[in-house]
């Protein structure tokens, strides 16, 4: 997301997250009397197989800044973690509607008010820690038992420009976006690119790509694959990952730079059948695994990225502006 004045919030379009067998799925109350909180345009019969026909989008809480980088914590019965950047917070969100503050605040240095200084991306690692990119520190941090800590903040002794999304895989390994939407001023930039890392486990970080915009990321059920939405250009990229974690020559995926509505190439997450759920023009894009642009959901407020939560990961929850929503699909999300 570019660091702007809150009064141009609206005019954002950026921000910025192997299959297990399915669960069974468990009994998720939707309040389908009440009117559909906006709507699902279903460009493809296999749109079908992956969403009710009734389905409904729920709107569950509003009044924030702008909403980025949702994660569903599978601890006691469950809870949503998002991100309110100009509010410079992480919000959690219980089933049973509460919204609370998480951490508060993320960026404790001065800034001016409005500058988008929070933080964006959050997901777990593989020892169950929040973990979390930060805008204006430049830094991905986690939270433990001991408190808060830094992961990674420089590459090669250069500050990082502006952490967006995140992503680990079964190796243990951390993969992240670097744009340089959220740095202080311009002139804070001290890397010639922005990057897609890899950080080991063992605390060795790997430039692997470098981007126009790097944005949102996520891999395939197999980790064969590795997605990145590039906003600047307004398309999704897929990279073939070798054993060794390194990345394949990018490959347009799918083009939406022609597609006049507001929103990006954004935020993104992975079911279990290899779709990808991506923010773009408009609203959340159903991509299958072959490129092709099955459907839309679009919310009252444009989204900018995604989670699959619940106990059965069957549920998508969309940060969109100011609100939060949800909806229930037939799909779980990769390895649930």
């Known amino acids: 997301m570019r660091t702007v004045v809150l009064i141009g919030i609206v005019s954002l379009a950026v921000a910025c997250g192997g299959a297990a067998p399915t669960p069974e799925p468990v009994d998720v109350p939707t309040p389908t009397a009440a009117p559909s909180a906006g709507t699902i345009e279903r460009l493809d019969p296999a749109m079908d197989e992956l969403m009710p026909a009734d389905a409904v989008i729920e709107k569950l809480a509003d009044g924030f800044g702008f909403l980025e980088g949702p994660v569903w914590v599978a601890e006691g019965n469950g809870f949503l973690l998002f991100s309110d950047i100009p509010a410079n917070k992480i919000v959690k969100w219980t089933p049973d509607g509460e919204v609370s503050d998480f951490l508060s605040p993320v960026y404790e240095g001065e800034y001016e008010e409005g500058r988008l200084?929070?933080?964006?991306?959050?997901?777990?690692?593989?020892?169950?820690?929040?973990?979390?990119?930060?805008?204006?520190?430049?830094?991905?941090?986690?939270?433990?038992?001991d408190g808060r800590s830094v992961v990674v903040d420089n590459y090669q002794g250069g500050r990082l420009n502006s952490p967006n999304d995140l992503q680990y895989r079964s190796d243990g390994s951390l993969y992240f976006t670097d744009p340089p939407y959220g740095l202080p001023q311009p002139e804070a930039k001290e890397l010639d690119v922005n990057g897609v890392y890899r950080l080991t486990s063992d605390g060795t970080l790997t430039l692997l790509v470098d981007q126009p915009g790097p944005n949102g990321i996520a891999f395939s059920p197999d980790e064969s694959r590795l997605y990145v939405a590039d906003s600047t250009r307004g398309v999704w990229v897929v990279y073939d990952v070798a054993e060794d974690g390194t990345l394949g020559e990018g490959t347009d995926f799918l083009d939406s730079s022609g597609v006049q509505a507001e929103g990006a190439?954004?935020?993104?997450?992975?079911?279990?059948?290899?779709?990808?759920?991506?923010?773009?023009?408009?609203?959340?894009?159903?991509?299958?695994?072959?490129?092709?642009?099955?459907?839309?959901?679009?919310?009252?407020?444009?989204p900018a990225n995604v989670a699959f939560g619940d106990a059965d990961g069957r549920t998508l929850y969309m940060t969109a502006r100011s609100g939060l929503y949800r909806i229930r699909l037939n799909v779980a999300g990769a390895g649930w």
Do not use: C, M, Y
């Open 117 to 145: 200084v929070g933080s964006n991306g959050i997901t777990v690692d593989p020892d169950g820690h929040i973990v979390f990119t930060e805008h204006f520190n430049g830094r991905i941090s986690r939270i433990g038992a």
């Open 265 to 302: 190439a954004d935020g993104l997450k992975v079911d279990e059948l290899g779709n990808l759920w991506a923010t773009g023009p408009g609203g959340v894009w159903i991509i299958s695994p072959d490129g092709r642009h099955l459907g839309t959901i679009q919310p009252t407020e444009v």
